[in-house]
């Protein structure tokens, strides 16, 4: 089964950065896209971004675009998420996903436990 831990969250100030890490084991980020979600108190999970297999090609979420950096390791198998300018409105549990496909589908079977993400002053 693929497992995917996140790591990286934290408090942060307005105007701050973060980088999450995503490490996947059982699956190669070669074979699989990786996508990173977030959910706020009260609110539906958001999709924020996502890498595909075949030739890293990203997108993003209208919120992010110009703030937020999806990237990968393939030697570490590990995808991180670079936040930059961070807003209150960023405070979530963000969580990395599995792609059941090499590109971006919006198809994911497995998912990270989450790791949360303050931003406050």
């Known amino acids: 089964q693929v497992q995917l831990v996140e790591f990286g969250g934290g408090l942060v100030q307005p105007g701050g950065s973060l980088r999450l890490s995503c490490a996947v084991s059982?699956?190669?980020?070669?074979?699989?896209?990786i996508g990173w979600f977030r959910q706020a108190p009260g609110k539906e999970r958001e999709g924020v971004s996502c890498?595909?297999?075949?030739?890293?090609?990203?997108v993003y979420a209208d919120s992010v675009k110009g703030r937020f950096i999806i990237s990968r390791d393939r030697a570490s198998n590990t995808v991180y998420l670079h936040m930059d300018s961070l807003k209150p409105e960023d405070t979530a549990v963000y969580y990395c996903a599995v792609e059941r496909y090499p590109l971006c589908k919006g198809e994911y079977s497995q998912w990270g436990q989450g790791t949360q993400v303050t931003v406050s002053s």
């Open positions: 890498i595909s297999a075949t030739d890293g090609s990203t």
């Open positions: 059982r699956v190669t980020l070669e074979n699989y896209a």
